[in-house]
Nanobody
Framework: QVQLVESGGGSVQAGGSLRLSCAASGVTLGRYTVGWFRQAPGKEREFVTGAGWSVGATYYANSVKGRFTISRDNAKNTVYLQMNSLKPEDTAVYYC????????????????WGQGTQVTVSS
């Protein structure tokens, strides 16, 4: 059974940082394309970032480019999202997801999803 479990969410003031983790079981994340999505209340889910399995194969939405970084630790079977210079508009539930190796720049085709972790940024 595949499970993705996010952690690291919380409340932070604008300008602060958080690091989200996504630990996997039942699947080897290093062999998959991985991504982070977010959904704010009343808004559609937004594709934040995606990463292929090769170094440097990353995509970021314009809204987070230069502030967020996706990374992997294959030994720990974990994906991270480092979020710096947080803004109130980053407030959302953040989800990690994985799909069979494919285009990491698109939000489609994700098969496995975590349960989400809340990030709240106050001004």
């Amino acid at each position: 059974q595949v499970q993705l479990v996010e952690s690291g969410g919380g409340s932070v003031q604008a300008g602060g940082s958080l690091r989200l983790s996504c630990a996997a079981s039942g699947v080897t994340l290093g062999r998959y394309t991985v991504g982070w999505f977010r959904q704010a209340p009343g808004k559609e889910r937004e594709f934040v970032t995606g990463a292929g399995w090769s170094v440097g194969a990353t995509y970021y939405a314009n809204s987070v480019k230069g502030r967020f970084t996706i990374s992997r630790d294959n030994a720990k079977n974990t994906v991270y999202l480092q979020m710096n210079s947080l803004k109130p508009e980053d407030t959302a539930v953040y989800y990690c997801a994985a799909k069979f190796p494919s285009d990491f720049t698109t939000p489609t085709g994700y098969t496995y999803w975590g349960q989400g972790t809340q990030v709240t940024v106050s001004s």
